[in-house]
């Protein structure tokens, strides 16, 4: 039974870009969680999605955005790119509900130069 | 913000308990406990959850005291592998929608040494 996968591994992007990481949650789970990593901190949350609806948004700008789709992957879209962007991206698969826990995939280390 | 305080840094002898104090004093009546660990570089890991029962599994034990105030993480035999920064969370959850988000702290890194 695969985990909760991410793709890319790594990504380097140039401030003003745009970037797209995508999530493939754990087999059964149909609830996607993203967040962000800064060097040294604890994750930040970013937004969830369930039945391809934002159901939750974290204090993150509009310049993050997302989508779920049927088969419940979910993928995360940043525009416009700041050099403070750059992070350990990870998503989290769980089942909807108040005591499932999350499963996190390895996430997306992305540099923005 | 993290509802959660924890000591930044412990130290663990291999094959010692590991015991890993978390404070949540303004939690309420129904906010779960999480531990999550998170190795260098990998995603978290769920370690176990509670209410307000002890509980324990393949991978540790969570003592939460009778006030709720705070909890303990237990390691019964560290080993090396177990070098990780540890999450102690209350889940926040908006009442009666059935989703959660996770709001992490800073956590304690434990380093395992031989």
């Known amino acids: 039974d695969a985990g909760v996968t991410q793709s890319p591994t790594h990504l380097i992007k140039t401030r003003g870009q745009q970037v797209t990481l995508r999530c493939s949650p754990k087999?059964?789970?149909?609830?996607v969680s993203w967040y962000q990593q800064a060097l040294g901190q604890g994750p930040q949350f970013i937004f969830q999605?369930?039945?391809?609806?934002?159901?939750q948004r974290g204090n993150f700008p509009d310049r993050f955005s997302g989508h779920q789709f049927p088969n419940y992957s979910s993928e995360l879209n940043v525009n416009a790119l700041l050099l403070g962007d750059s992070a350990l991206y990870l998503c989290?698969?769980?089942?909807?509900?108040?005591?499932?826990?999350?499963?996190f995939g390895p996430g997306t280390r992305l540099t923005v130069t | 913000d993290a509802k959660t305080t924890q000591p930044p840094s412990m130290d663990c002898a291999e094959g010692r308990a590991a015991n890993l104090p978390c404070n949540h004093s303004?939690?309420?009546?129904?906010?779960?406990v999480y531990w999550y660990r998170q190795i260098h570089s990998q995603g978290p890991q769920y370690i176990i959850h509670?209410?307000?029962n002890n509980e324990t599994n393949e991978m540790a034990s969570l003592i939460i005291t009778e006030d709720r105030k705070s909890s303990t993480l237990i390691l019964p035999h560290a080993t090396l592998r177990d070098t990780a920064v540890y999450y102690c969370?209350?889940?926040?959850?908006?009442?009666?929608?059935?989703?959660?988000?996770?709001?992490f702290g800073t956590g304690t890194r434990l380093l395992v040494s031989p």
């Open positions: 989290a698969s769980s089942l909807k509900g108040p005591t499932y826990e999350q499963y």
């Open positions: 087999s059964g789970h149909d609830t």
């Open positions: 999605y369930y039945e391809e609806e934002e159901r």
């Open positions: 303004t939690i309420s009546g129904n906010e779960y």
């Open positions: 509670g209410l307000k």
């Open positions: 969370i209350v889940r926040d959850r908006p009442q009666n929608t059935g989703f959660q988000k996770l709001v």
